[in-house]
């Protein structure tokens, strides 16, 4: 076991974790946060994306040793209280989800793609996205999503828009 | 009203949130953690199981095939699949032998290490040549897990009128449904231990019941299934899950506690259920105008160790066979073999992605000996309204054929660049190619399914004059949730946002039948519709007693009841008043087919399905003959499905099922060796990327299906259908090479042109009539 410091989703924590331990099963079942998910636990599919100090990560290949004084956010951590964050109101409306597996790890590397380059071109967003698998929806709309989150927050950054979706 | 309105779905915002729940997210006090220990080998007899000392077992709990209360056999069609190995034989690699459940993973994990099973391994079938050969003997007297003919006018006669005959062989390998959620089920006992709940990721609640009931000694009434929010499925998760199921039961219920299974991603690859790989022949005879006049098909599915739903994904393959066109004399032969390898399933499309990959990328062979271009043949020989099909089923209605294929040679410019294409210069390195592909669909059960399954669904009036959709059909990303309740609130003219679905539990909805076939909107959705009616009729009797009026004077329009003196009552009072005078809640209504369908089962000819979807796509391709890569650089498809309910999920499902269809003509395969799947992980069995979409054009069209909930007919799996052939075609345009089977990976594609002679298959310059218009 090992003691590690570090802060999700704007809180900070200690936790005593064997060094292996996975973010992923952290996050899921040591702190409850299970809007991240598993889909394949080899880095492939990007279901378990979170973001860690900007940068996006497959949590199932970040193991606790290497979490000290790291801040993650999962997706838990950029949705408001009420209400969606920009980016989830854009998938909202451009239809971006269907199963909606893939998304809360395309959300966030949306969310890091736009905090670094707010006016991607289509080729940045497919870049950036290349790392997270969807088998649903063929990628068009959330691609859409993307480009019409980039328009809102250009104006809107970090605050929220629209009302709350059933 | 909503039909017709790309109203955003009801369920994004849970998952958008990450509110929703998937299996793996739910948990249970004092669960145990359930794993199954397979065979190694392709065929073998068990010749001992020995759990080793150095691992104490009074921590875990055990399962064995011989602890069975019921019987050892998964319910469903030719009822040779059995949960656990069977009578000491494994018939395929990952074969489940035994269960093991344990408080950790890795105690789990520790406990599979000390299980010592020893084989006495057996020749095995790897190949359907070979189970023809009986190298094995798997199934019945002779391997066939199931066969079919068609049989329509005189063959022999056709080819011997026939200006011409052209004939190839066409073959598609497995593929993997890779939803990004892996297969996952928690089993829960009921106190007594006379029953289970089963929550899971599944696609039909009323078939874990069905399948699984054999194993118990308690009816199957007492096995509920709960399912949760689910994380795609494509067929993947319509009869598999269902083996989950009996796992976790047989294992919950020992340990009379919950037992959860999620399946890592490789085991999930591994083991669970796929596309059946096809080899499908073609002899084909043209009149001198180029019109079909006999058509012989023989059709070889490898249908794995056991055939699960192989009779039914080779019967919907047998009746695609000829394709969308109107021939008068047709012969198909098709059988599905039995394999020591993995069983193979469903998977979106059933069937039919493999019999129109063979034969409308035959046609492209065909349209050229006949000197005609792609589209000019097509349009000689497409099924019209008032044609037959290859079983004799008279198409008396909305048959959007033409039309697709009318939009997308329209769209993408076909003509103009197939002639483009035809004339580049032999020198040129990147080369394009356009092909072209019209397919059907039927949505709903083959013939006459649907009137055995006799589907019910219905409507609830709940409190504040809220309505719930009662049905057992689930929600897997398709839009289930939003479309179902568009077409009642339609029904019923009242506003979209009174209406929910009831939660899909075996305990609180009809059994609708499965979520399968493209038949949730045109069946389920109709049945709602029935049941709407059902519902207006009863309150307008109980607005009427409650007004003291006959229930003649009362008319319902814009949502409301109109009397003849005037008064008005709404809907929401009208419900009230009729529960509040103790009325019916519940109108549950149930599908039969439009009497006029008929199909013999026996004879496999008349009316396959009520009615067909059609879609068209045009793929245009850039291949650079030295790295043998494909890029799609524009794809337009065309799907007349009577009418798009909600036209936005319409285009995500053709968006969806096209990018599949592009990873099962271009880079998804499965390769194995020994009966084993060599490429378990999604680094090796490689899906499409958001890297590789190329730009698309979607065009959803509308001919009324008249028996459809406001016209409408299926979707779902079309998309899938309609787009490897066109892929197909067009590399052949753009190489000169023959393309006979897919993925066309780069490696295939430098086979064929390397190993091609000097030119001599390459297209010459021989001039295309083209059709006249």
Redo the contacts between chains.
């Keep these: 076991m090992m003691q590690i410091r570090f802060t999700v989703n704007g809180t900070e924590m200690t936790l005593q974790v064997p060094p292996d331990r996975r973010l992923v099963d952290i996050l ?1 079942e040591d702190l409850g ?10 880095g ?2 990007g ?1 378990c994306t979170v973001i860690v100090d900007g940068k996006t990560v497959d949590s199932c290949l970040l193991p606790a040793c290497q979490l000290e004084g790291r801040s993650i956010t ?3 951590g950029i ?1 408001p209280a009420e209400g ?1 964050h920009p980016i ?1 109101q854009a ?3 451009q ?1 971006a ?8 790890g395309m ?1 966030l590397a949306a969310k890091a793609l736009l905090d670094q380059n707010p006016s991607p071109s289509e080729g940045d ?3 950036a ?15 859409k999503a993307v480009e019409d989150a980039s328009r809102r927050y250009g104006c809107e950054k970090g605050e929220v828009v629209g009302v ?3 | 009203m909503s039909v017709g309105k790309s109203i955003p779905r009801v369920d994004a915002a849970d998952k958008l949130t990450g509110k929703a729940q998937y299996i793996d997210d739910l948990y249970f006090p004092d669960q145990l953690y359930g794993m199954v220990v397979r065979s190694t080998h392709p065929c073998a007899d068990i010749e001992e199981i020995r759990f080793g000392g150095e691992f104490d077992w009074s921590r875990v709990v055990t399962f064995t095939a011989d602890e069975i209360e019921g019987e050892n056999l998964f319910n469903i069609f030719n009822m040779d699949a059995p949960f656990l190995a069977r009578n000491r034989r494994t018939n395929h690699v990952g074969e489940p032998v035994l269960l093991l459940a344990a408080p950790t993973r890795a105690m789990l994990e520790e406990a599979r290490k000390s299980v010592h099973i020893s084989y006495h391994p057996l020749p095995a079938a790897l190949t359907p040549e070979e189970s023809v050969a009986r190298k094995q003997l798997i199934y019945g007297e002779d391997n066939v897990q199931r066969s079919y003919q068609v049989n329509k006018g005189d063959v022999d006669e056709g080819f011997r009128r026939a200006a011409r005959v052209i004939e190839g062989v066409y073959r598609t390998g497995y593929q993997e449904h890779a939803y990004i959620e892996t297969q996952g089920m928690i089993a829960v006992p009921d106190a007594d231990g006379q029953g289970v709940t089963l929550y899971g990721t599944f696609q039909c609640p009323y078939y874990i019941r069905k399948e699984t009931q054999k194993l118990f000694s308690f009816p199957p009434e007492k096995i509920r299934a709960v399912q949760l929010c689910t994380g795609g499925a494509f067929g993947g998760k319509e009869h598999y899950p269902s083996f989950l199921a009996g796992y976790t039961a047989l294992l919950a219920l020992k340990a009379r506690k919950p037992v959860k299974m999620i399946y890592e991603r490789e085991e999930d690859i591994e083991n669970s259920t796929k596309r059946h790989p096809s080899v499908i022949r073609h002899r084909t005879g043209l009149d001198a105008e180029g019109r079909l006049l006999a058509m012989e098909v023989d059709i070889t599915f490898d249908g794995g160790a056991y055939a699960i739903a192989s009779p039914v994904v080779l019967a919907r393959g047998t009746i695609a066979a000829c394709g969308a066109y109107n021939c008068p004399n047709v012969k198909v032969r098709s059988r599905v073999m039995a394999t020591n390898k993995v069983p193979t399933s469903a998977f979106r499309g059933f069937g039919a992605p493999q019999a129109f990959f063979a034969v409308e990328l035959h046609m492209a062979r065909v349209a050229e000996a006949a000197g005609l271009d792609p589209y000019a043949f097509r349009q000689l020989n497409l099924l019209r309204e008032g044609d037959r099909t290859a079983t004799g089923q008279l198409l008396r209605y909305s048959v959007g054929s033409h039309k697709t294929l009318e939009a997308v040679a329209e769209k993408s410019r076909f003509l103009e660049l197939h002639r483009k294409y035809q004339a580049q210069s032999p020198e040129q390195a990147v080369r394009r190619g356009i092909g072209v592909c019209t397919v059907f669909h039927g949505a709903g059960f083959t013939g006459m399914g649907e009137n055995v399954i006799k589907g019910r669904a219905g409507l609830g009036l709940r409190p504040a004059g809220r309505v719930s959709v009662l049905c057992g059909t689930t929600e897997m990303g398709q839009g289930m949730r939003t479309v179902l309740p568009q077409i009642a609130a339609s029904a019923l003219q009242i506003p979209l946002d009174g209406i929910s679905v009831e939660k899909s539990d075996t305990s609180l909805v009809p059994d609708s039948g499965p979520t399968v076939a493209s038949r949730t909107t045109m069946i389920v959705g109709k049945v709602l519709t029935m049941a709407a009616a059902d519902l207006l009729e009863a309150l307008k009797i109980s607005v009427a007693a409650h007004l003291g009026v006959s229930a003649d004077d009362l008319t319902y329009e814009n949502g409301g009841y109109r009397a003849k003196d005037g008064r008005t009552t709404s809907f929401h009072e009208a419900a009230r008043v009729h529960l509040a005078r103790g009325g019916d809640a519940d109108f549950i209504a149930q599908y039969a087919h439009p009497p006029f369908i008929n199909w013999d089962d026996k004879e496999f000819e008349g009316d396959a399905y009520a009615a067909f979807s059609w879609a068209s796509t045009v793929a245009e391709v850039e291949v650079d003959t030295e790295t043998c890569e494909v890029k799609v650089v524009r794809l337009t498809t065309a799907q007349e499905i009577g009418k798009a309910i909600n036209p936005g999920l319409c285009e995500g499902q053709v968006e969806g099922g096209v990018l599949q269809a592009l990873g099962y003509a271009l880079i998804e395969e499965m390769k194995s060796r020994e009966g084993r799947i060599l490429n378990r992980n999604l680094t090796t069995y490689i899906v499409p990327t958001a890297m590789d979409v190329p730009p698309m054009d979607v065009i959803l069209l509308e001919e009324e299906y008249p028996h459809g909930p406001f016209g409408a007919k299926g979707l779902g799996e079309m998309p899938l259908v309609a787009v490897a052939p066109a892929v197909a075609a067009a590399v052949e345009q753009a190489t000169g090479v023959r393309i006979q089977e897919i993925p066309i990976t780069p490696e295939r594609l430098f086979e064929l042109t390397s190993t091609r002679g000097s030119g001599s298959e390459a297209r010459t310059s021989e001039p295309i009539r083209t059709g006249v218009r």
Excluded at chain 1, 33 to 42: H, N, Q, S, V, Y
Excluded at chain 1, 97 to 104: A, L, N, S, T
Excluded at chain 1, 136 to 142: A, L, N, P, R, S
Aim: charged content about 20%; proline content about 2%.
């Design positions: 899921r946060l299970t809007a991240t998910k598993i889909g394949c636990g080899e492939e599919c279901a999962t997706l838990e949705t969606l989830q998938f909202m409306e239809g989800v269907q199963c909606g597996f893939c998304i809360p959300v967003i497919r870049t996205l290349s790392g997270n698998l969807c088998r649903c929806t063929g990628y068009v709309k959330i691609v709350e979706s059933r």
